[in-house]
């Protein structure tokens, strides 16, 4: 998609959100509000496809600001969550369009011959194998990861680590693009991927840093990370939203949060994907390990000066 028709769709997207959060509609003050949601698809969309963890800050929001619906109504939750996972899943297939559909081609012809032959072929192959280690582990380890994982201080840690790992991964020389990627390589991304699970190691930022350790360019580690994006988290939008929507009763009060955080991650996601790919084109990743330890810095002086729990 051209950068001017990205913008358009994201800012008309958007409007209809903003719109939708000021007539009130389907909106219900006693649960998750439309403005709330507008926030946090927001937040979802942006954060997603930056390296900063999403899931952090899907957490973090509502914790500075004392947005108790969510974590008080897990129902309500895993719908919103699925809600809002989708529309960045949109932003990023409607954005990469042509490099899925040329993947997905690709991918089909293999299988009719029964050989790989060209990079394209081989980069789809690429992809599929390094969506499997994330998709198992999150299958086998979803509820042992939520009851364990996500707590204030954890996720200060986590963006202090792995924001000190992307630092040091960004210093290695840029030799190889997306083209160059082994099966092989695609699973060691695969198994970094998978740390991902944990709130505040990112997904984007941990798929971008195994990317640069082998030597993958900052555009094409970032591109690459963004095409892992969709396997992985279309499969989960599809697994939770038949387990946690269609075979499950559906919460009240899920039509406005649920269509306005649809909206909201579908334009913020857009914005990210043009935001990020022009950015490393001429800069490092250094302003985000910068932000991830000044929010890490904030997140613990909160907790010590008492004005937030260290816990839930």
């Not at 004392?66 to 939750?77: H, I, K, R, V």
């Given at each position: 998609?051209?950068?001017?028709?990205?913008?358009?769709?994201?800012?008309?997207?958007?409007?209809?959100?903003?719109?939708?959060?000021?007539?009130?509609?389907?909106?219900?003050?006693?649960?998750?509000?439309?403005?709330?949601?507008?926030?946090?698809?927001?937040?979802?969309?942006?954060?997603?496809?930056?390296?900063?963890?999403?899931?952090?800050?899907?957490?973090?929001?509502?914790?500075?600001?004392?947005?108790?619906?969510?974590?008080?109504?897990?129902?309500?939750?895993?719908?919103?969550?699925?809600?809002?996972?989708?529309?960045?899943?949109?932003?990023?297939?409607?954005?990469?369009?042509?490099?899925?559909?040329?993947?997905?081609?690709?991918?089909?012809?293999?299988?009719?011959?029964?050989?790989?032959?060209?990079?394209?072929?081989?980069?789809?192959?690429?992809?599929?194998?390094?969506?499997?280690?994330?998709?198992?582990?999150?299958?086998?380890?979803?509820?042992?990861?939520?009851?364990?994982?996500?707590?204030?201080?954890?996720?200060?840690?986590?963006?202090?680590?792995?924001?000190?790992?992307?630092?040091?991964?960004?210093?290695?020389?840029?030799?190889?693009?997306?083209?160059?990627?082994?099966?092989?390589?695609?699973?060691?991304?695969?198994?970094?991927?998978?740390?991902?699970?944990?709130?505040?190691?990112?997904?984007?930022?941990?798929?971008?840093?195994?990317?640069?350790?082998?030597?993958?360019?900052?555009?094409?580690?970032?591109?690459?990370?963004?095409?892992?994006?969709?396997?992985?988290?279309?499969?989960?939008?599809?697994?939770?939203?038949?387990?946690?929507?269609?075979?499950?009763?559906?919460?009240?009060?899920?039509?406005?949060?649920?269509?306005?955080?649809?909206?909201?991650?579908?334009?913020?996601?857009?914005?990210?994907?043009?935001?990020?790919?022009?950015?490393?084109?001429?800069?490092?990743?250094?302003?985000?390990?910068?932000?991830?330890l000044i929010a890490s810095a904030v997140i613990l002086l909160l907790i010590i000066t008492g004005i937030r729990a260290a816990t839930f």
């Open positions: 998609m051209r950068r001017p028709v990205v913008l358009a769709v994201a800012g008309v997207t958007f409007t209809i959100a903003l719109v939708l959060c000021l007539v009130g509609v389907g909106d219900d003050p006693t649960q998750l509000t439309n403005w709330q949601a507008l926030v946090l698809g927001l937040v979802q969309g942006m954060t997603e496809l930056l390296p900063i963890s999403s899931s952090a800050h899907l957490i973090i929001v509502p914790w500075l600001f004392e947005w108790t619906y969510l974590e008080q109504n897990d129902a309500f939750n895993q719908t919103f969550d699925v809600s809002i996972h989708l529309g960045t899943c949109v932003a990023v297939g409607a954005y990469f369009w042509h490099d899925v559909t040329t993947l997905l081609v690709a991918w089909l012809r293999t299988l009719k011959r029964r050989s790989i032959g060209t990079s394209d072929e081989r980069l789809a192959w690429v992809v599929l194998v390094a969506t499997i280690p994330a998709a198992v582990l999150g299958f086998l380890l979803e509820d042992v990861i939520a009851s364990r994982m996500g707590e204030p201080w954890q996720i200060a840690i986590f963006l202090t680590v792995f924001g000190l790992l992307l630092g040091w991964a960004d210093r290695r020389p840029q030799q190889r693009t997306m083209g160059d990627l082994t099966l092989r390589k695609g699973l060691l991304v695969g198994l970094a991927q998978s740390m991902a699970l944990m709130p505040g190691v990112s997904r984007s930022g941990i798929t971008i840093t195994a990317g640069r350790l082998l030597g993958l360019d900052r555009d094409s580690a970032a591109r690459f990370s963004f095409l892992l994006l969709l396997p992985i988290t279309l499969g989960a939008v599809v697994f939770k939203g038949l387990t946690d929507v269609v075979l499950a009763d559906l919460p009240s009060g899920m039509t406005g949060p649920f269509v306005v955080g649809v909206l909201a991650s579908l334009a913020s996601g857009l914005v990210a994907i043009l935001f990020l790919l022009d950015y490393v084109r001429r800069h490092t990743y250094d302003a985000f390990v910068v932000y991830r």
